[in-house]
């Protein structure tokens, strides 16, 4: 099994219980991706990122599945990472 890569700078949250989660993480990710911390391109490995997070995987993919509807990240197939994309010009 390949080991997840964690994505620099991105730190563990201090976050309510569960779906109470999804909310904030959501909020921290679209700042990561606006200030750059999260460049375009940058493979998103659920089980890495949620661990650098201090969450479980069902919030994170939840999260992931809000930032694709805005076209901030591109879903990963099965078994493969998702990406995050830069945001469409107006």
């Known amino acids: 099994m390949p080991h997840a890569v964690q994505v620099p700078d991105i730190r563990k949250?201090?976050?309510p219980e569960a779906r109470q989660a999804i909310p904030h993480v959501h909020t921290?990710?679209?700042e990561c991706i606006l200030d750059g911390t999260l460049k375009p391109g940058t493979k998103l490995s659920q089980v890495?990122?949620?661990?650098q997070l201090g969450i479980s995987r069902t919030p994170l993919r939840e999260v992931l599945r809000m930032l694709q509807a805005r076209h901030q990240a591109?879903?990963?197939?099965?078994?493969r990472p998702a990406?995050?994309?830069p945001?469409?010009?107006a």
């Not at 890495?48 to 661990?51: I, N, P, Q, V, Y």
């Not at 591109?74 to 078994?79: C, I, Y």
């Open 48 to 51: 890495s990122l949620a661990a």
């Open 74 to 79: 591109v879903p990963g197939e099965p078994g």
């Open 87 to 89: 945001h469409p010009a």
């Open 28 to 30: 921290y990710l679209r």
């Open 13 to 15: 949250v201090d976050l």
């Open 83 to 85: 990406r995050h994309q």
